[in-house]
């Protein structure tokens, strides 16, 4: 017999090697409580997190709180089935309505989690001769969307306009095209020249497709992204977006204006073949949504956060993803995996919570420490964080 666990032995190994050294396990931490959208209890101490997707620090929100509880009781806790069947409940449609609004599109199709909205349309829309053309570093579930369906792939160098163009003219004239990007790309937490690369997709006949998972809800005027913040939305065709970031909760989603959108419902099977988002989660997303559209105090205070904590990381040393502040991500460049896990540590027991993120999630081999800033951090949290990198920074020889 041969073990099919045996092409994990380098990673296994790898993980055992790290472990060894006797650092905390980066991938293992338990939140025991939380307390708050920025702060909970970790290894029994008060921890400021600072690796959440809780952009907008809505789970803690009164009203997004009362919402689910209100649906739990008047409908109990699962639907127990498809959205096609007996898993559309007024919930359903009240959470897609306010994505329409928020929005301002003619169709919203909600998935339980973006992961399966990526899956479900990039695999139903582009099958067989067609050709979905994705930037390397899109996300995984981008990825597994264009291996679960049918169409050839082409790669571009990330953000590189003129990369994008010539795959493109590369191509038949006449084939089905999807150009795939995303508004923020999570791990070093920059932006997307959506405005050119849409442009030089729609020159070159191919439809489009935004990720905004991380930029609903706080970067554009109405928090509906980047482009919208680059002023393109109305020429993208598909926006695909997610619960589980600033709207606080769990679920996907994709938004669009093509006339034939509402036929996804019976073609795609990553939202026909698996079980209905729970009462409560579509009550929280839908009024997660709505207060959502008027949050342009918290956009204001979280971009704040985000320029003061960029500036004071690259003032005290630090190596960042990005030579501006771009998103709510601040992503700190570690030397190697050794390293980054020994900050990573010493940064938990100074109580700061960041995310460790490793190859293959990450490009170019690099090995990051990635903050992810909350509207709701103070700016005294701010600067208690700053000092706590300092601190930490020092100890595990990162900085001098
Ligand atoms: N797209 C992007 C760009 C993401 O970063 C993520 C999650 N990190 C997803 C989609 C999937 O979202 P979800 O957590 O809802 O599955």
Not at 264 to 278: D, E, G, H, I, K
Not at 338 to 366: D, F, I, Q
């Amino acid at each position: 017999m041969t073990d099919l666990f045996s092409k994990f032995d380098p990673l296994i190994q790898q993980r055992a090697d790290l472990l060894a050294t006797g650092v905390t396990d980066p991938f293992n931490l338990v939140m025991e409580k939380v307390l708050s959208p920025t702060v909970a209890m970790c290894n029994g101490r008060k921890t400021i997190l600072l690796g959440t997707y809780n952009y907008m620090g809505m789970t803690f929100d009164d009203d997004v709180i009362a919402a689910g509880k209100e649906a739990l009781d008047k409908f109990g806790s699962g639907t127990t089935g498809s959205r096609v069947l007996n898993g559309t409940y007024q919930g359903h449609k009240e959470v897609e309505e306010a994505l329409k609004e928020f929005y301002a599109m003619d169709h919203a199709m909600v998935f339980s989690t973006g992961y399966q909205a990526n899956l479900g349309i990039i695999s139903t829309i582009a099958g067989k001769g067609d050709y979905v053309i994705l930037d390397i570093d899109s996300h995984a579930s981008i990825y597994d969307g264009c291996k679960m369906g049918d169409a050839e792939i082409v790669a571009f160098r990330h953000n590189d306009i003129e990369a994008l163009e010539k795959r493109l003219k590369r191509l038949p004239a006449e084939a089905g095209k999807l150009v795939v990007l995303e508004g923020v790309y999570s791990m070093l937490g920059d932006v997307a020249p959506l405005k050119d690369m849409i442009r030089v997709a729609k020159e070159n006949g191919a439809m489009v497709l935004v990720d905004e998972a991380h930029s609903m809800g706080f970067i554009g005027e109405h928090g509906r992204g980047v482009a919208e913040a680059q002023g393109v939305i109305d020429d993208v065709d598909f926006i695909i977006g997610t619960f589980s970031k600033s709207v606080g909760t769990v679920g996907g989603f994709c938004v669009s204006n093509h006339p034939k959108f509402e036929i996804m419902r019976l073609v795609c099977r990553p939202y026909v073949f698996t079980a209905s988002l729970p009462p409560s989660v579509v009550a929280t997303a839908a009024t997660s949504i709505r207060k959502l559209m008027h949050g342009s105090n918290k956009r204001a205070h979280l971009w704040e956060n985000s320029k003061t904590l960029h500036k004071g990381l690259r003032d005290l040393g630090f190596t960042l993803g990005t030579e501006e502040p771009q998103s709510a991500i601040i992503a700190v460049i570690m030397p190697d995996l050794e390293k980054g896990a020994t900050m990573w540590e010493a940064l938990l027991e100074e109580g700061l919570y960041v995310n460790l993120a490793r190859p293959p999630a990450t490009p170019a081999g690099m090995t990051l420490l990635r903050c992810s800033l909350c509207a709701e951090h103070s700016s005294d949290q701010v600067g208690e964080i700053l000092a706590r990198f300092e601190r930490a920074g020092k100890r595990a020889g990162i900085i001098g």
